[in-house]
Each structure stands twice: as C-alpha cells, then as structure tokens.
C-alpha cells in the first residue's frame, strides 16, 4: 500500500506566483519587446535580464517559504516554472502576432535561468522556515 503524496498548498503557490509574476515578467517584457526591438546596445537588457531572475528567486522563495506541505522545492520550482511558461505563452503569442522572430534557444536558456533561480529561492525560502522565521 503506497501513502498519497502530501497535496501542494495552493495559497504558497498563488502568493509566489504573485510575486513572481510582479517581480520579474515586467523586466523580462521591456528587455523582450523594447530593448531587443532598438538593437539597443547601452547594456539595459542585461541589467533587466538580472532584475527577473531575482524575481524568479525572490517568488520561489515566497512559495517555499509559504508552504506547509513539507515540500518546499516543489512549491518553489512549480510558481517559478508555472509563471515562466505562462508569460512565455503570451510572450509567443504576442511575438507571433506582430511578424517577430520566435528564438527557441533563447527561451531555454531563459527557461533554464528560471529553473536554476526557483532551485536557489526555494533553498532559501527552505532555510528561512527551518530557522524558525514563519510567514505570518
């Protein structure tokens, strides 16, 4: 007989997605959209590509930190993951739309800088609750 899996908490999700999404699809939109349609080379993309994945680490941190199934990095890497390949719809969807290029590499190289950025906010959000520091 095998025990279910705990279920995730959908309230840690939806509060590190929010930050997620607040955090860093706004810097990843303006590099997108703005920057990479100026040919911009002033070193704005780069600094904006940084500011969303601390997003990325600052929401996976807020959902592993939230959490209270005992699992935090699945908390962490899910709202990291899930905001990603959801702006990433609308991003493609939007790029489509307009005659943009569509980069494949470049996605899964974002899509793999979002990954290894839940990973470092969940080791965080992990740390902070096992030092005693709740959510309130």
């Given amino acids: 007989m095998s025990s279910s899996p705990l279920p ?68 962490a890497v899910l709202a990291g993951a899930g905001v990603f390949v959801a702006a990433q719809v609308v991003f493609l969807v939007l790029r489509i739309a307009t005659g943009g290029d569509v980069r494949a590499m470049r996605i899964l190289t974002s899509f793999s800088l979002s990954l290894v950025a839940s990973v470092i906010g969940g080791l965080l959000g992990n740390f902070l609750q096992k030092n005693g520091m709740r959510p309130r």
């Fill in 8 to 75: 995730l908490d959908q309230e840690a999700l939806r509060a590190g997605g929010s930050v997620t999404l607040l955090f860093a699809v706004p810097p990843t939109l303006v590099a997108r959209f703005v920057l990479d349609n100026n040919n911009d080379t002033s070193g704005w993309a780069p600094l904006l590509s940084l500011v969303a994945v601390l997003g990325f680490v600052l929401g996976s941190g807020v959902a592993a930190w939230r959490q209270q199934s005992q699992r935090p990095m699945a908390h």
